[in-house]
């Protein structure tokens, strides 16, 4: 269960790859990984975090489907990022 939960993290930050324009850094690629749990996490840190990847992308194929976007408040900012999140990103 745990290689597959490894999978599906690493698998997670290759989809966040795929979006960049060329090669990325270790500390690029150890950023795409940060969101995810650890191999290590408990099972309920590990399925609260899938369910909350399934519904964001529920929301996004909804939103292609109907040819929507998401309006400007919505948007993510740097003011929505979490205080350990932008520790992680100025490090």
Known sequence: RRLILQR???DD?????????????????????????????DEKIWEA???DRMSALEKVQTR????TTVSETERPTRNSLSEADMAYLNN
């Open 8 to 10: 599906v993290r690493v």
């Open 13 to 41: 930050a290759l989809l966040r790859v795929a979006e960049t324009k060329g090669a990325i850094s270790n500390a690029e690629m150890k950023l795409f990984l940060a969101p995810a749990p650890r191999t290590i996490d």
């Open 49 to 51: 975090w899938i369910r």
């Open 64 to 67: 292609l489907r109907g040819g």
